[in-house]
């Protein structure tokens, strides 16, 4: 009875909550982050979006890596979850999207420390100042290790395997994450050494 008055009602037409509201248009976006698909986004969707006001940033979440000799590891594209993409991930609730923490896998960067200052001498090669990024975790994993400066990728290694970051003045954020959505930052500083004048 109750569907025979609702087909009465709304015969012939789409029931009213199917139709799109004005001023929205639908795009694909990619599955995981919900963000502008980059080509390598292998699962797409379509979702909703205001033209003009609904934020264009591409998906930062998947990227294409190169193989790398030193840390053997493969290239290809990687799921790289930087720590400020989980943590507004978490906000929405979508937890799950971001990788499941493993209890006990917990991911500490090791070195640089928390709020640790550099000075860079003006006078000294650049290549001779950089600052060793290295990680530990507790999880017997050969998982690798996403270090992100400034929330750019730098680099993909794996525990243990030091990579150099080459010092800018300033004050830098470094990160890390693994594919499990383990997570550390700590932020540093780097000064210029001025020469004293004569
Ligand atoms: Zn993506």
Request: aromatic share 8%.
């Amino acid at each position: 009875m109750a569907y025979e008055a609702f087909r009465q009602i709304y015969s012939g037409k789409a029931p009213p909550w199917f139709e799109k509201p004005s001023g929205l248009a639908t795009r694909p976006v990619c599955a995981r982050s919900g963000a502008v698909p980059q080509p390598f986004c292998l699962v797409q969707a379509n979702d909703f979006f205001i033209p003009g006001i609904s934020p264009a940033t591409p998906c930062a979440v998947h990227r294409q890596i190169r193989s790398n000799p030193d840390t053997g590891l493969a290239g290809g594209v990687v799921e790289a979850w930087s720590p400020d993409v989980e943590a507004f991930l978490r906000g929405q609730g979508m937890a799950a999207a971001a990788g499941n923490s493993v209890p006990g896998g917990r991911l500490r960067i090791a070195s640089p420390t928390r709020d640790a200052r550099f000075v860079l001498h003006e006078a000294m090669p650049r290549l001779r100042q950089q600052v060793r990024l290295a990680g530990t975790t507790d999880a017997a994993t050969n998982d690798p290790l996403y270090w992100f400066v400034d929330r750019e990728l730098f680099a993909v290694t794996r525990a243990g395997q030091p990579v150099f970051w080459p010092l800018k003045q300033g004050r830098h954020s470094i990160a890390c994450s693994d594919s499990r959505g383990n997570t550390d930052q700590v932020e540093i500083h780097v000064a210029t050494l001025i020469p004293a004048r004569e």
